[in-house]
């Protein structure tokens, strides 16, 4: 069981995406905004943060450059979220530190087989698919 940071600022998205990851047996936080997903991060220092790009207050990308120069956060896998498409937006999240950049609209076992591999990845070992 893996600790997983949601941030993002549209209600549904957060409880599809909490659903499907509580139903593969993580333990989910949920932040509505990049500012309050820092602070988070830095609390809870979970093992992956699935980050939305454009919420208010400061944009996914800026939050990722917040976590990435923090000692405390910088080893946090980050999987950017977003409805923003472009390539060029795709290569910016990446550019700035994300492993993954998944497109909305998404499937949560798509989004799961994501969470799963990159958790695997990791050393957090066999998980299983939620969705």
Partial sequence: MAR???VDDEPHIVKLVSFSLEKGGHEVLEAPDALTGIALARENKPDLILMDVMMPLMTGFEAVDKLKEDPET???PVVMLSAKSQMYEQEEGLRRGA???????FTPRDLVGVVTEILSDA?????????
């Fill in 4 to 6: 997983i940071l949601v």
């Fill in 123 to 131: 050393g957090e070992g066999d998980v299983e698919d939620g969705a």
């Fill in 99 to 105: 492993l993954r950049y998944v497109c909305k609209p």
């Fill in 74 to 76: 910088r080893s946090i």
